[in-house]
């Protein structure tokens, strides 16, 4: 019984960590071209098709391979523009609270009885009190400073035109892997002449910078402890 007991947690902890015993001692896999663009999807991002033009007989102007009387910025599904992340957020908090409260309550009794030959009498007290306090003290104190430009390829417009983006970047120094996405929604009329947006112009932006390799296993703690950390109450 002990024997089967030790297999299987053995054979949990591996697959906890099937994943990682794959890279050891190797660097962290990229990610395929166009896996970043397309939602929880791994594979390359399926565009949608562009709208036919029309056929001009007897002519030798070919409309994509001129950009003389064209606007270079993104407007269509699979144009490309750039971003420009500039964050360089600040934010320091600081709460105290105090509370306190005192509750008593007294109860008394007196009673005398007394008949012919016989008499009684009793008394009593009861008392109950409490007493709560509360004192708690919390700071937070963050300082974020990104300056990164990424491209993002234009993946849907909408019917009132604007134009959803999403795009990613990959870099691997050594053995870990800094990743960088971004996604939301843009206004044609927000693009620069240069074909760049700021961050701060994107509707609905979700920007992550993280990665994944050596030092960010170090830094997070084993996967028992954070079981142990959602489990117990204390």
């Known amino acids: 019984m002990k024997l089967k007991l030790l297999a299987l947690i053995a054979l949990a ?31 390359p991002y399926s565009y949608p098709e562009p709208p036919a033009s029309r056929p001009k007989k007897f002519s030798l102007w070919d409309d994509r391979q001129s ?39 007294k109860l008394g009794y007196d009673i ?3 008949w012919e030959k016989a008499s009684t009498s009793g008394k009593g007290d009861a008392g109950l009190s409490s007493s709560t ?16 430009n990424v491209a993002a390829v234009v993946t849907d417009v909408l ?5 959803m983006i999403r795009g990613s970047q990959e870099v691997r120094v050594n053995y870990e892997l800094r990743v960088l996405t971004i996604a939301g929604m843009v206004r044609p009329s927000d693009i620069g002449a240069e074909n760049t947006i700021p961050y701060e112009r994107i509707a609905e932006a979700r920007i992550s910078y993280g ?6 296993e170090v830094q997070q703690p084993a996967y028992g402890q954070q079981i142990l950390d959602q489990v117990l109450p204390f």
Do not use: H, M, W, Y
Request: glycine fraction near 16%.
């Open 112 to 114: 005398n009885l007394g």
């Open 159 to 163: 019917p009132n035109g604007n134009l």
């Open 13 to 43: 902890t591996l697959a906890g960590c099937g994943t990682d015993l794959r890279e050891v001692g190797r660097e962290p896999a990229l990610s395929p071209v166009g896996s970043g663009i397309g939602e929880g999807g791994s594979g």
């Open 133 to 148: 306090e509360t004192n708690a003290d919390g700071e937070i104190k963050r300082s974020e400073n990104l300056e990164l």
């Open 67 to 105: 950009r003389l009387f064209t606007d270079p910025r993104a407007l269509r599904a699979g144009d490309i523009l750039t971003v420009n992340i500039r964050l360089n957020d600040k934010a320091n908090f600081k709460n105290q609270n105090d509370r306190s409260r005192t509750a008593a309550r």
């Open 211 to 216: 990665g994944r390799g050596r030092v960010s």
